[in-house]
Structures are given as structure tokens and as C-alpha cells.
């Protein structure tokens, strides 16, 4: 059954090897099994999956008895615990430039949400920090996507500097850094159309904007339900662009979000922000340990370390 | 039928350059397929069955353990039914509509301008009717496509209740005597209740103006979207009764395997896939070319 959890997955095994003193390769065996499931369910990308179980097997193994746990509940505690590693801390803080502007460029695929999040941004910015952006629409291609961005704009009463749909994105992204230094604001995101990353053209034009603008921070903003392509997607931007965090958006369905772990694993930049909902205030920083717990499917962790 | 006859001979033809059917060819069908997102429970499922058929059948020669590859592959997507399973539900009198559906930003909008494009080329008056009230710039956006495409656009303003836009719309499309309506919704994710009650709502408005309507419910999925577009089929079925899918950006490396496990699991069938964000950027599916895809990268080794 696809979707049940590993807390779930794990019990029968578990079951078997409660009360045994040592956990042998064979029981450590049975149980990265399972967390394969539980991963590979998730989305997590299979190559990853596989480092990652390496990992686990090799602090799992003939590990030492902890009194107040089971092997079962240690293989767990080890699996959350290199998840949650692997995800790295908590890190929500944006970038400071020595001289403001500071810039932010908004980069990812198709519908991913960089419009949405270039609006939430601007929002925490001024709320949290009392910060002034100047959102920059450089979405030329996309029909309506400067609308867009302008009605956003209206709802946080905050400017946006927009050239039309017939001056290049390098351009525009030119004289919005000239317009934000002219009327002193801190802040400048760049909301940038969606592309593909196997398209060159249009990747190239990324390439330019940050040649030219030289920005402090390129998020990728990618769908928390992207599947195993995850992995090509962060490489090719990342790659291309050295982005310097990621921005998870859509976090409040109900998919696992294992891109989650693909993205960090391949581009080793920090996870920074978590879109939680379509309105300008859901946007929170992205907790790792959360995530770990919710790719594996282990919404009551505690519970079953008590079972087991 | 003779797509199901090329769909196995192409599989064939791909299984042929494994010269041995070991463990290690069952590992790299896994990897492929589960790279593909067709999801682990379906791969294994189907890995299993394979190996114990050719156990079954004491088969040895790997050209027959090839032909069992390609008759499960098909049977897989196929089922009972034939190839018309990837036709549009279009009558040629009267007013059909067609309503979309799905999660954020997978290309609904898009697709409806796509769509319009292609039922116009085949001679059709074509209306749409801008259901997303909700996300900013989303009404902009069909209009936009509705001028690109050369049909009416019916509206109301940004916030206004979606299920009056598509009652208007209705009146509008039976006053034009057109032939097709499409239906644009806001996006919304499956798990939110009061949304897809909202969409319940919309369609039955349709259902009751019409008799017969919608004729289809089109689901569209972001070819990107792993193993959450199950969810997704179930949810928006359970509540809009989704009569076909439509499979977006599949122009990228993404392969939408879960669209395979879907039809199995839900017997909803894919009629389009979008390629891209220009007009005639939407074609109608081929499951051999899309299976052909998964492999794309095991062929190339
Ligand atoms: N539920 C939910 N919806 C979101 C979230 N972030 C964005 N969206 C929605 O996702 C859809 C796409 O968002 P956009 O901001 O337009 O995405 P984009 O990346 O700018 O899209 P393009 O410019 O076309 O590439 C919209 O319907 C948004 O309302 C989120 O965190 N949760
Ligand atoms: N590459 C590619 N991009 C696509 C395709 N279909 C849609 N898009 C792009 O995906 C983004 C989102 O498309 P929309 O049509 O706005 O999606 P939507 O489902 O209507 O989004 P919401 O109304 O916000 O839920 C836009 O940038 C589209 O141009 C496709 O087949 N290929
Ligand atoms: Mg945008
Ligand atoms: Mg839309």
C-alpha cells in the first residue's frame, strides 16, 4: 500500500527482534528494507535512497544496547537522526549585502510557485524585519505572469517595477537595481519566468540577469511534490546558477516531500523557507527534523518507540 | 487492436538488447521504471509477477521471458479496454463542456488555451469560462489565451463565486450555439475539503444546466509530480468523478510514470499530454511513444 508509514512498515519487523539483546546484519537487513519503502514512496530520488541505507547499515549494525531502547527503536532513532542531518538545521535567515540593495532572484520550473513566493518574501521582510523590497517583474513570456506579480503588489501595497513585456529580462533587471538605489530600497527580488532546466536559451538568460545584477541570493523554488526528477532539476540549476537556497513550496498537502531530502543531497545548499498556503503570510521557515518525520511517514514517532 | 500489437513490439525490440534476463537486467528495469515515478509498490508488483511467470512457464530462453515483459507492460495500461480510451467525449450536436481540474500551477490554464487552439483548428466554436476567481492574475491569464486563440472568454471579477462565472458561461456558450465550453478552476490541493466541495458545487451547476454535462473532467498532472498524483486521481475522482487525464511538461526529463500505477489502480486514462507552453503545444496521448519514454535512458546505455 502506497503512503503508510514507515512507523507502520517497521512494526512486524519490529515485533520479531523486540527483546533481543544485539541487533544482527540479518535484522538490520529486513529493516533498511523497509525504510527503502518508506523512502522510495516518499520520492526521495533512488539514488539517493541508496547512500543513504548504505549509511544507515553502517551505524545500525552490531551497534551497542542503549538501556532504555530496543534495537528496533534504535534502528529508527539512527534512520530519523541521519535524516535529519542530512537535511541540515534550520535556516531561514535571507542575506544582508554590505551595500543595499540586496538582491534576491527567484529561479525554478514551471508553476512552482516563484511568483507566489516572491510576494510571501516581500511580506516577511517588511513584517520580521522592517525591510523595504521593491519586487521586480521579469517574467516576460508567461501570459498575464506581470498582472500577476502587479496584484500582488496592490494586496501588500508595495511597489513593482515592471518595463513591460517587450524589454529583455536582463534589462529590466537592470534598471530595477537603478530604480531600488533611486528610491532607497533594501530589498530587490527578481521574480523570474518558469523554465526548463534542459532549456538552454532560457537558462542562459539566468546566467545574465546574475552577471549583471550579481545577486546575493538565487533561491530555487521548487514543488514539494515533485517526484524523482528532483534531483536533475536541483543539479541543472544549481550547476548553472550556484543557487544559495531553496525554497519548498505547497508543503500544505498532503505529499510526502522526499524532493526534499534529493534536492539537498545533490546541491548541498540549505533548505530555507517552507510555502504552507496560496495566501501572502504562508510562508515559514522549513524545519528539518518536521521533514524527516514526514517523509518517513512517522507522524507519532513517540508512540511507536513506546510500542515497540 | 493494432496499438496494443506496436506497443508490444516495441517493447520487444527494447528488451532484445538485453541479451541475458539475469538479476541484474530485473535490477535496472526497477531502477528505470522507479526513476520514471511509475512508483515502487506498481515496479515491484510487476518485477514479481515477471519472475515467477518465467518460473511458471520454466522459461529459458530470454527472448520468452522478453515477451512476458511486454505483455504485462501492456496489460498494464490497457486492461480491458482499447486503444479509443484516449479519445475527447465530444458529441457533434449540442453544447459540450469539458471541466478542469487539479493541484497548483500544473498547467490547467495553459491546456485550456492548448485545447481551444486545437478544437477550433478542427472547425468547433469554442467558449471558455474563467472559473479561477481566486489566485491573482489568473482571470488575465485565460483572457490572454482567449485572444491569442481567437474565442470569447465569459468572467466575472477577481473573488466572485466560480460556480456563477460557469453558469454564465453556460448561458453564454447555449446563446453562442457553441460547441464547446472549457472550463478553467482555480488550483487547489486535494486535501483542502472546502475547496473541492467548492468544485463539487461548480460541477453541479454544469450537470444541472446541461443534461449529460460535463462530458469530460479532465484531470491535469504535472509530469514532474511524483508519487502525490495518485492522491491526487483519487481525491479529485471521489469529488468531480475525473473522466480522463491530462499529462503536462512532459517536454522536460521528467517521465510521469504514476500515470501507468493511476490507470491501473483507478482506470482513469490519459487523452493529452501538454509539450511545452506554445499553442499547439498538446497532443493527444500515445502510450507507445509514453512507455517507449520510460526506457529513453535504458536504451541509450
Ligand atoms: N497550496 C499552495 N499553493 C501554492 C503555494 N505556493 C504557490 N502556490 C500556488 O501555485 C500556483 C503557481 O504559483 P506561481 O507563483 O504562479 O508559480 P510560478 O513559479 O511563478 O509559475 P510560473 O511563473 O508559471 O513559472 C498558484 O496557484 C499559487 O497560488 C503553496 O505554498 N501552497
Ligand atoms: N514546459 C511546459 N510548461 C507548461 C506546460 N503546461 C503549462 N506550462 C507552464 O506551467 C506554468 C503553470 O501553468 P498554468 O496553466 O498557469 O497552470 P494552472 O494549473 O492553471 O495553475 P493555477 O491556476 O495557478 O493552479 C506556466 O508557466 C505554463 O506556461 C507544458 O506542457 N510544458
Ligand atoms: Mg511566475
Ligand atoms: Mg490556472
Redesign the interface.
Known amino acids: ?3 503508510e508509514g514507515l512507523a507502520d512498515r517497521l512494526q512486524n519487523t519490529i515485533q520479531r527482534i523486540k527483546g533481543k539483546g544485539k541487533v544482527t546484519e540479518q535484522d538490520v537487513k529486513e529493516m533498511t528494507r523497509e525504510v527503502r ?1 518508506a523512502l ?4 526521495v ?2 539514488k539517493v535512497v541508496k547512500q543513504f541505507i548504505n549509511k544507515i547499515k553502517e551505524r545500525a549494525v552490531g551497534q551497542e544496547i542503549m538501556e532504555s531502547l530496543t534495537p528496533g527503536q534504535q534502528v529508527i532513532k539512527v534512520v530519523k537522526e541521519e535524516l535529519t542531518n542530512l537535511m541540515g538545521g534550520e535556516q531561514s535567515k535571507i542575506a544582508v549585502a554590505d551595500r543595499p540593495p540586496t538582491v534576491i532572484m527567484m529561479v525554478g ?5 516563484k ?2 513566493t516572491t510576494g510571501k518574501l516581500a511580506n516577511l521582510l517588511r513584517k520580521k524585519q522592517n525591510r523595504n523590497p521593491l519586487l521586480v517583474a521579469a517574467d516576460i ?5 506581470i ?6 503588489g496592490k ?1 501588500l501595497n508595495m511597489p513593482v517595477f515592471s518595463l513591460g513585456t517587450e524589454v529583455s529580462p536582463v534589462e529590466i533587471a537592470n534598471q530595477a537595481i537603478e530604480q531600488a538605489k533611486a528610491e532607497h530600497h533594501d530589498y530587490v527580488i527578481i521574480d523570474t519566468a518558469g523554465r ?3 532549456d538552454s536559451d532560457l537558462m542562459e538568460e539566468l546566467t545574465q540577469i546574475k552577471e549583471n545584477v550579481k545577486p546575493d541570493e538565487i533561491f530555487l523554488v521548487v ?1 514539494a ?6 534531483v ?2 536541483a543539479e541543472s540549476f544549481n550547476e548553472q546558477l550556484d543557487i544559495t537556497g531553496v525554497v519548498l513550496t ?1 508543503l ?5 516531500g ?2 526534499a531530502l534529493s534536492i539537498k543531497a545533490v546541491t548541498d545548499t540549505p533548505i530555507k523557507f517552507a510555502g504552507m498556503g ?1 495566501k501572502l503570510t504562508d510562508l515559514e521557515a522549513f524545519h528539518p527534523e518536521r521533514m524527516a518525520s514526514r517523509i518517513l511517514g512517522m507522524g507519532d514517532v513517540l508512540s511507536l518507540i513506546e510500542k515497540a | 487492436s493494432k496499438t496494443r500489437g506496436s506497443f508490444s513490439s516495441k517493447i520487444n525490440d527494447l528488451v532484445a538488447r538485453y541479451r541475458k534476463v539475469d538479476e541484474d537486467f530485473f535490477e535496472d528495469l526497477e ?1 528505470i521504471l ?4 511509475v ?3 506498481t515496479v515491484m508488483d510487476l518485477i514479481d509477477e515477471l519472475k515467477m511467470e518465467v518460473k511458471r512457464r520454466n522459461i529459458k530462453d530470454s527472448n520468452d521471458v522478453k515477451e512476458v515483459i511486454s505483455e504485462k507492460l501492456v496489460d498494464i495500461y490497457y486492461g480491458e479496454d482499447d486503444e479509443t480510451i484516449e479519445d475527447l467525449n465530444i458529441h457533434h450536436d449540442g453544447l459540450n463542456i469539458v471541466l478542469f481540474v487539479g ?5 490547467k490554464t495553459t491546456t485550456i ?1 492548448k485545447l481551444a487552439h486545437r478544437l477550433k483548428n478542427e472547425g468547433k466554436k469554442v467558449v471558455l469560462a474563467a472559473g479561477d476567481t ?5 482571470i ?2 485565460l ?3 482567449g485572444e ?1 486563440v481567437g474565442v470569447e472568454v465569459i468572467k466575472h471579477s ?1 473573488g466572485s463565486d466560480p460556480a456563477a462565472v460557469i453558469f454564465d458561461g453556460i448561458q453564454a456558450a447555449k446563446s453562442r450555439g457553441a460547441d464547446v465550453l472549457l472550463c478553467d478552476t482555480a488550483g487547489r ?4 475539503v472546502n475547496l473541492m466541495n467548492e468544485l463539487s458545487k461548480v460541477k453541479r451547476v454544469i450537470e444541472r444546466e446541461v443534461p449529460g454535462a460535463p462530458h469530460e473532467v479532465l484531470l491535469v498532472l ?1 509530469a ?8 491526487q486521481a483519487k481525491t479529485f475522482s471521489e469529488s468531480t468523478n475525473v473522466t480522463g487525464i491530462v499529462l503536462s ?1 512532459l ?5 510521469g510514470g ?1 500515470v501507468l500505477a493511476i490507470r491501473n489502480e483507478l482506470d482513469i486514462p490519459v487523452k493529452f499530454v501538454g509539450l511545452g ?1 506554445k499553442v499547439d503545444d498538446l497532443q493527444q496521448f500515445d502510450p507507445n511513444a509514453f512507455v517507449y519514454g520510460l526506457f529513453a535512458d535504458m536504451l541509450e546505455e
Do not use: C
Request: glycine share 12%; hydrophobic share 35%.
Open positions: 500500500m502506497a503512503f519503502l522510495l514512496e516518499a520520492d530520488n533512488f520550473l514551471q508553476g512552482a510557485g511568483t507566489t513570456y508567461r501570459p498575464a505572469a498582472n500577476q506579480l502587479q496584484t500582488l494586496q526548463l532546466h534542459v514543488d511534490m515533485t517526484g524523482q526528477d528532483a536533475n532539476v505547497k500544505d498537502g498532503d505529499t510526502r522526499g524532493a496560496e | 531502477e522507479i526513476s520514471a515515478d512508483g515502487v509498490t493541484v497548483n500551477g500544473v498547467g488555451g481566486f489566485r491573482a492574475g489568473a488575465e491569464q483572457e490572454v489565451w491569442r477577481e490541493l486535494q486535501n483542502k504535472d514532474t509530480t511524483g508519487q502525490n498524483a495518485m492522491s511538461k517536454d522536460g526529463t521528467a517521465k504514476i507552453e
